[in-house]
């Protein structure tokens, strides 16, 4: 069918019941690409109709070079989506009619860059898939409103958005010459032996604690990296001219310590760097801040459900003879939240934690030799952070940032101390040496029993069931740190690098794979989420979704990262494990 037979069609059910839209259902021929209406809402106030634009290649126009690659396909994919979204706010004006009469979305991101589902590159086409709220009133169809839509307002995004000549061609290729150049640091930081890379020039606070836009320039100071700290990497693409070569701050492996006074900027060095295990659009200030991308933030979290975590590493001993080694709590306090939430980091890799006073349980992060001398370590259950931090680095290869305003006792472990001062990093380590000289610490290390191993857990088939009272599916994520999965809400609000509900709806999915892995013998929590990583690399993120089909897409999914998805199933109330001996 053409463009033409879809008009015939809306203006034959106009003013009709709302459910006459099925009709509309199909492929139409446009004379600069195809629409495909694969689902219509059954009402004004469901979820809006899903539609996709299918372009040739021959007709865009877009060189080939700009996705030669898996890193340019993401970015010119994501710079795309992004070009139809604001094409959408400038053109799409049909808002007459009921419920989400009107609405045309697409799922295109925030400030980071990551692979979603919204717009695809194939070989010979793009496609780009959207939602529509079908116009109506009191459920009668508007069929002027929805002509407007069709035969206006796509035609007129799409040409703006997805036609090469029509583009910004500059925009675009700075677009994915920067994510380029992002991956090819990320890829040199192991080599290196860092954790983390803060370009100098870089514009790390953002406009306000809700907001991820950067703060205006003349409003902020960029960074600057100790001469101590300052390292180099050669990029792929130029930068500022003919200039390939960028400066900036290289955080070693091993073990740093952010100190300072409160509002001087510790908490957004944090916060940028958890935010760096994904690229940056150009201009966000935080483009060539870069963190290994096995690095997981590390919180208290009080009241979150554990299911059988060894946590004796950090807690042992308690009253009424409660076994740590495999520990279950359905209510944890601080401490053993933040005790299992590391567990359960290392368990899936991560290889890199980020720590915050701030968020994170006093008792478990130190013991000073006043508390120590008033309560022997044989009456205290806690072996603190402090006592092991070290044994991590040297014995597991775990590094940690940490950041620390409230005692000095860190100072000893730390191999790099960097004080922030009116938002300006400096190297304090030799100044630190001289304060321990001057003001040696009495605390003593408790007796502790060395870790031989990161423990590993399987998960038991069927305690990850996507049926809702086994009857069927339900997979919803109504806000960023929500998740219904089958019968339970699993409670994400302390992920701090979820950053947006695409990646929540994805892990849904995701857990329900998980579910069908498990039934598997003796896989380990780590193995299944590895699978599911195998999967998503091989088939690409769309097939999450089991109903999956050119027809059926899921356009709003978008890649949570492997220690996500594990939280999550870590927080499933449902779920129960066995730890391998």
Known sequence: MDEKDLRIILNDIDSKGYKAYKRLKGSYQFSLFTLCIDHVQGDPFSTPSKIRIKIDTSINSIPKNLSDNHYRKLALQDFLSRRVNIQITKKSNSRNGTGNSGVVFIDSGGQEVIERTALVIKENFIEARMQIGLPARSRRI???????????????????????????QEKCIEFVECIE??????????????????????????????????????????????????????????IKGDNHLILGMGIPEGITLIVGGGYHGKSTFLKSLERGVYPHIPNDGREYVVTRKEAVKIRSEEGRNIENVDIKPFINNLPNNIKTSSFCSENAS?????????????????QFLLIDEDTSATNFMFRDIRMQTLVPGRHEPITPYLDRITEFYEDFNISTILIMGGTGDYFEVADN??????????????????????????RVTDDVIKIKKITQRVPKPFSINSLK?????????????????????????????????????????????????????????????????????????????????????????????????????????????????
Do not use: C
Not at 334 to 350: P, V
């Open 469 to 581: 009272s086994h009857k069927r599916m339900n997979i919803k994520a109504p806000r960023k740190a929500v998740l219904l999965f089958g019968d339970d809400e699993i409670d994400l609000k302390y992920l701090d690098q979820l950053i947006e509900k695409s990646q929540t709806k994805a892990i849904g999915f995701a857990l329900h794979l998980a579910s069908k892995y498990i039934s598997e013998k003796s896989k380990t929590l780590q193995e299944v989420i590895d699978k599911i990583e195998t999967f998503i690399n091989k088939n690409g993120l769309d097939q999450l979704d089991p109903y999956f089909t050119e027809n059926n897409h899921p356009g709003n999914f978008s890649r949570p990262r492997k220690y996500e998805i594990g939280a999550a199933i870590n927080r499933l109330r449902s779920l129960s494990a066995k730890i391998i001996d």
């Open 417 to 442: 101390i960097i004080k922030m001062e009116s938002y300006v990093p400096y190297d304090v380590k030799h100044e630190t040496s001289l304060i321990i000289k001057e003001h040696p610490s009495k």
């Open 334 to 350: 601080g401490s053993t939240s933040q005790a299992a939430n590391i567990i359960e980091a290392l368990e899936l890799g991560a």
């Open 181 to 238: 150049n992002y991956y090819s640091i990320s890829a040199q930081l192991k080599e290196k032996k860092l954790v983390a890379f803060i370009a100098n020039g870089s514009n790390l606070a953002r406009e306000s604690g809700v907001s991820q836009n950067p703060l205006k320039s003349e409003n902020s100071i960029l960074f600057k990296s100790p001469k101590t700290f300052e390292t180099s990497f050669i990029l792929p693409n130029p």
């Open 142 to 168: 508007l069929s002027k409103e929805a002509i407007q839509i069709f035969f206006n307002d796509i035609p007129n995004i799409i040409e703006a958005s997805l036609i090469w000549k029509n583009l910004n």
